[in-house]
């Protein structure tokens, strides 16, 4: 933004006296992150924010990709190669969905959502039917949650709950809540809108 602003500084009008952002999908959650940085001056001159279809408590379809990989490729690359692949991808850790500290957090809210209500952790662990936090994986006894050898990165899972939870955190600052715009796109129950 410094380099920007810079280029721009003689324009009339400045394009920064009227900044908006607009993230789709993974975009949006970008967008999150900015504006979560309230301080920021760059961010002070935010007139609005903008995300559509945005995954803010993950995505239902990243999690079997550590398994399986991406079927839209299966024509190309064998499941084990597309699982090395996407396990060796840092941003992909962070679609998968909320952890189970940040449903609890929000378990009103999501319960209660008018268009795809979400009453309970949507992971499972199908042999004991308890809750399966992607993000707290744990071993019982000689299993494990993810695949072993085929590139999984808990280092990349550790720093992507992080990410999860500030992109879920509401704005500490009314503010910034006061610029953001959202439209849910194509939701379904596997992208939900953040709560304001």
């Known amino acids: 933004m ?10 009339i ?16 959650m970008i967008v999150k992150l900015i504006l979560n940085r309230q301080n920021n001056p760059y961010v002070q001159l935010v007139h609005s924010a903008v995300t ?35 396990s060796s991808l840092a941003g992909g850790y962070t679609l998968m969905f909320l952890d189970e500290e940040t449903f609890q957090r929000d378990d009103a809210a999501l319960g209660n959502d008018p268009q795809f209500p979400l009453p309970n952790y949507p992971v499972l662990d199908a042999t004991t039917g308890t809750t399966a936090d992607p993000y707290a994986p744990g071993t019982n006894g000689g299993m494990v949650r993810y695949p072993q050898n085929y590139g999984f990165n808990p280092a990349h ?3 992507a709950k992080v990410m999860c939870q500030q992109v879920a955190a509401p ?12 439209h849910p796109g194509r939701a379904n129950r596997q992208q939900r809108r953040y709560p304001k």
Not at 13 to 28: A, D, E, I, T, Y
Not at 175 to 181: H, S
Request: charged content about 15%.
């Open 13 to 28: 009008p400045n394009p920064l006296s009227h900044l908006s952002l607009v993230g789709h999908s993974f975009g949006g």
């Open 171 to 182: 704005f500490a600052s009314p503010a910034i809540n006061g610029k953001f715009l959202q």
């Open 157 to 159: 899972l550790a720093r």
């Open 52 to 86: 559509v279809a945005t995954p803010f408590y993950g995505y239902g379809g990243q999690l079997g990709r550590y398994f399986i990989g991406d079927p839209d490729l299966y024509l190309f690359y064998s499941k084990r190669d597309l699982v090395r692949v996407v």
């Open 2 to 11: 410094p380099r920007f602003e810079q280029r721009v500084s003689e324009c």
